[in-house]
């Protein structure tokens, strides 16, 4: 079985790993120079696109922001999955909301500005403070401005109004703001028959608004609640694949804050602590397989590397840590690759943590610090 995946980034690194031993071999196209390369070795194989479709047995993506003409081109193959539809929600959150409110899951009250008058409205509509999120190409928490009070809405206009004036395509979706208690994920997948599997939820920390670290959680009601929701956008999709969802926990209430149509950075743990990891799973799910068990085997925390390029040799030593890079060349704050943390039980998983914390540099890892 042959894919290709659009995008040659580290998931497609990581679904190339988990396809070798099921025969499922992998090629990526790289948006930016219209290559398609080995996933591992970055070795070009060839150029453009229509070859590779012609070669591939089926197609999927890595990432949400693909040029909408390449997400048609491979649709029409009838060998793209999950549908670009759903690559498009995850990129655009003007589609991603009118989706949320089709599945009818529980999400922030939004409105959408194109221009000055849309603000007020939306100031209106929402009410303060509110986050306001670029439609468009925003991720990590780039392209957010947040508004407190009524004195910052001239500065924040100026800002808002060079951004949707960059393209054509742009705008603002404002959104009320949510007084999280935490951040919680839900990673699953979706067969073409229809059937779900879901991950336990894992516990995120974010700093700077990238995310640091993801604990897999055993939380009974809460994982049931993630699960009806993941449900209801995977069937209102016709899902075939991971799908990741990101929630906002307040007070045991979810609230899904984005959507991401692919494997997901705070699903890496599944390598080391679920029966089946996510990046198999994806590929199970888009080339007809029966998916995998989505089962814990064992606590684990994701620890993100981030801008760095070696840890401390003691890290290797541990019996706890499975180091995961991607092979990147190293640029500050750049996801270099990631540490998978695992304990037989919680309680080990938080010493194992702590032994962690205390070999790492806390400039590097400021999510140790304290
Ligand atoms: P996003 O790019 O949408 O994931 O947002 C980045 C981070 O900003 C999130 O992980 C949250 O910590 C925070 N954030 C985003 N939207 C909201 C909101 N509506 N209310 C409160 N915090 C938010």
């Known amino acids: 079985m042959h894919v290709l995946v659009l995008g040659a980034g ?8 988990a396809g070798a031993p099921l025969n499922i071999e992998i090629s990526a196209y790289d948006v930016g120079s219209e290559n398609i390369v080995h996933p591992l070795t970055q070795a070009v194989l060839g150029k453009g696109l229509s070859n590779a479709i012609a070669q591939a047995d089926v197609i999927t993506a890595e990432f949400e922001h693909i040029p909408h003409d390449v997400l048609d081109v491979c649709e029409q193959s009838g060998k793209f999955y999950p549908t670009a539809d759903a690559i498009k929600a995850g990129g655009d959150r003007r589609i ?23 603000f007020e409205q939306a100031i209106e509509f929402v009410g303060l403070p509110m986050v306001l999120k670029s439609a ?46 935490r951040e919680v994920s839900l990673v699953g997948a979706r067969s073409s028959d229809g059937d779900v599997v879901v991950y336990p939820l894992a516990e995120n920390v974010h700093i700077n608004g990238v ?72 590929l ?31 890290v290797l030593a541990m019996d706890s840590c499975h180091i995961h890079w991607y092979g990147k060349d190293k640029r500050p704050g750049r996801k270099m690759g990631h540490i998978n943390v695992c304990g037989h039980d919680y309680p080990k998983l938080t010493d194992n943590l702590a032994e962690l914390g205390r070999v790492l540099d806390k400039n590097a890892f400021p999510v140790f610090n304290g």
């Open 136 to 181: 468009l190409g925003g991720y990590d928490g780039k392209g957010q401005w947040r508004l407190k009070e009524l004195s910052q809405v001239d500065a924040i206009w100026s800002e808002m109004e060079q951004c949707i004036q960059a393209t054509d395509t742009q705008a603002i979706v404002a959104e009320e703001f949510v007084p999280f208690d």
């Open 211 to 282: 995310l640091s670290l993801s604990t897999a959680i055993n939380e009974t009601a809460l994982q049931q609640q993630a699960k009806e929701m993941f449900t209801a956008v995977a069937n209102e999709l016709d899902y075939v694949g991971v799908l990741a969802l990101e929630f906002f926990d307040v007070k045991g209430a979810l609230s899904v804050n984005e959507i991401a149509p692919r494997v997901h950075n705070s699903g890496h743990w599944t390598q080391q602590g679920a029966e089946t990891c996510q990046f198999e799973n994806h």
């Open 96 to 118: 991603e909301k009118a989706l949320l409110d089709a599945a009818k899951v529980n999400n922030a009250k939004h409105y959408i500005i194109n221009t000055r008058h849309d």
């Open 10 to 17: 580290q998931l497609a690194r990581m679904m190339s790993l």
């Open 284 to 314: 199970r799910a888009v080339c007809g397989m029966p998916l995998g068990s989505t089962e814990m085997i064992r606590p684990t925390t994701m620890v993100n590397i981030l801008g760095e390029d070696t840890l401390p040799v003691e």
